[in-house]
């Protein structure tokens, strides 16, 4: 029996979708094959073994059970080969060997390549990419300068930084003159739609830049391309496999954070509205760009397609959500893996590697 410790909450925007995505794994495991430690973070970095209830995660109350709080750190010295157990009072630590870590973490400092850093230094597998493919795909800017190396279509877009030479009016003048309106305005740093707006003006356009720069000094501006939003599994291995193409109607303006996560308006469609000949397109596009982005373990890769069919690259995630109504876990079920089996390949995949 492998110790499988589950890394969840955070630092990150992305905290109570994190203790969602922890929820559905510690509930889908297969409990003769794992002993399950549940690692939270708090919002404001403290590390706790949490051995309380599953519901507590899912209600964000986990980190006021006091009694089921074990202070902990993960030890960067690969002898330990796990976590330090703190007991404040003693004065004392103990070490918890731990087999094979699930980050379920999303967004900042945990999906950038930071805790991958940190599990790479302790020499204890993880699930999903590696530091460098994390970091990378992360930071939407450098994504789509790697991907226009290969040729992947993708919206055109302006890149904006933070800093005392920022000139807001030849930001919008840029917008206005190479995308037009509306624009897409996004912090490249984040995930599940925070802190991204649609523009529609000069004054929406500048209350985007200045909501973007609230979470990112790195902001990128897309043109809104009008069109249906595909999304794809990628599972890695000795073989990577490739989902078949989900597709999502967001019913609201566009599959924003409250789309996804509170209002419960979106519909999906598995398999996607596609003819046959775009939905393998999607599929091999996919691929290559997990390949190329040197991704491991598992991503989603979503993509726009215009009402001729026409496939636009949109954004690679490498710790997709893992609740209840994510769409990569319900791919995978769809392409016959169980979510219990597709727990199984991912801890299987990060101990091979």
Not at 56 to 67: K, P
Not at 303 to 327: H, K, Q, R
């Given at each position: 029996?492998?110790?499988?410790?589950?890394?969840f909450?955070?630092?990150?925007?992305?905290h109570?979708?994190?203790?969602?995505?922890?929820?559905?794994?510690?509930?889908?495991?297969?409990?003769?094959?794992?002993?399950?430690?549940?690692?939270?973070?708090t919002?404001?970095?403290?590390?706790?073994?949490?051995?309380?209830?599953?519901?507590?995660?899912?209600?964000?109350?986990?980190?006021?059970?006091?009694?089921?709080?074990?202070?902990?750190?993960?030890?960067p010295?690969s002898a330990?080969?796990?976590?330090?157990?703190?007991?404040?009072?003693?004065?004392?630590?103990?070490?918890?060997?731990?087999d094979?870590?699930?980050?379920?973490?999303?967004g900042?400092?945990g999906?950038?390549?930071?805790?991958?850093?940190?599990?790479?230094?302790?020499?204890?597998?993880?699930?999903?990419?590696d530091?460098y493919?994390s970091?990378?795909?992360?930071?939407?800017i450098?994504?789509?300068?790697?991907?226009?190396?290969?040729?992947?279509?993708?919206?055109a877009?302006v890149?904006?930084?933070?800093?005392?030479?920022?000139?807001?009016?030849?930001?919008v003048?840029?917008?206005?003159?190479?995308?037009?309106?509306p624009?897409?305005?996004?912090?490249?740093?984040?995930?599940?739609?925070?802190?991204?707006?649609?523009?529609?003006?000069?004054a929406?356009?500048?209350?985007?830049?200045?909501?973007?720069?609230?979470n990112?000094?790195?902001?990128?501006?897309e043109?809104a391309?009008?069109?249906?939003?595909?999304?794809?599994?990628?599972?890695?291995?000795?073989?990577?496999?490739v989902?078949?193409?989900?597709?999502?109607?967001?019913?609201?303006?566009f599959y924003?954070?409250?789309?996804?996560?509170?209002s419960?308006?979106?519909?999906?469609?598995?398999p996607?509205?596609?003819?046959?000949?775009?939905?393998?397109?999607?599929?091999?596009?996919?691929?290559?760009?997990?390949?190329a982005?040197?991704?491991?373990?598992?991503?989603?890769?979503?993509?726009?397609?215009?009402?001729?069919?026409?496939?636009?690259?949109?954004e690679?995630n490498t710790?997709?959500?893992?609740?209840?109504?994510?769409?990569?876990?319900?791919?995978?079920?769809?392409?016959?893996?169980?979510?219990?089996?597709?727990?199984?390949?991912?801890?299987?995949?990060?101990?091979?590697r």
């Amino acid at each position: 029996m492998k110790t499988l410790a589950v890394l969840f909450g955070g630092q990150s925007t992305e905290h109570e979708i994190s203790d969602l995505s922890a929820c559905f794994v510690a509930e889908n495991l297969d409990e003769t094959k794992y002993e399950l430690m549940m690692i939270g973070i708090t919002k404001d970095g403290r590390w706790f073994w949490y051995t309380g209830p599953v519901d507590a995660i899912r209600c964000h109350t986990w980190q006021d059970d006091a009694e089921n709080l074990v202070p902990c750190v993960v030890s960067p010295c690969s002898a330990h080969h796990g976590l330090l157990l703190l007991d404040k009072a003693a004065g004392t630590f103990a070490v918890r060997r731990v087999d094979v870590v699930f980050p379920v973490l999303h967004g900042k400092n945990g999906e950038d390549g930071t805790v991958q850093g940190l599990l790479t230094l302790a020499g204890i597998p993880y699930v999903g990419c590696d530091t460098y493919a994390s970091a990378v795909c992360m930071n939407k800017i450098a994504t789509k300068r790697l991907c226009a190396g290969l040729g992947i279509s993708m919206a055109a877009s302006v890149e904006l930084t933070a800093g005392p030479d920022f000139d807001m009016n030849a930001a919008v003048c840029a917008a206005e003159e190479k995308l037009g309106y509306p624009v897409f305005v996004k912090p490249a740093n984040a995930g599940s739609s925070v802190g991204i707006t649609k523009a529609r003006s000069r004054a929406e356009l500048i209350a985007g830049i200045e909501k973007a720069f609230e979470n990112d000094r790195l902001v990128l501006m897309e043109e809104a391309v009008v069109g249906r939003e595909v999304e794809v599994a990628v599972l890695g291995g000795e073989r990577d496999f490739v989902s078949e193409c989900g597709e999502i109607a967001p019913n609201s303006d566009f599959y924003d954070y409250e789309t996804k996560y509170i209002s419960d308006v979106a519909e999906y469609y598995i398999p996607a509205r596609l003819r046959p000949e775009t939905a393998e397109i999607i599929r091999g596009t996919a691929g290559r760009i997990f390949r190329a982005l040197g991704c491991t373990g598992l991503s989603r890769v979503d993509f726009f397609v215009t009402a001729d069919e026409t496939v636009y690259f949109n954004e690679i995630n490498t710790l997709p959500g893992f609740t209840a109504i994510s769409m990569y876990p319900q791919l995978m079920r769809r392409s016959g893996l169980t979510y219990a089996e597709l727990i199984d390949r991912l801890v299987e995949d990060a101990c091979r590697r």
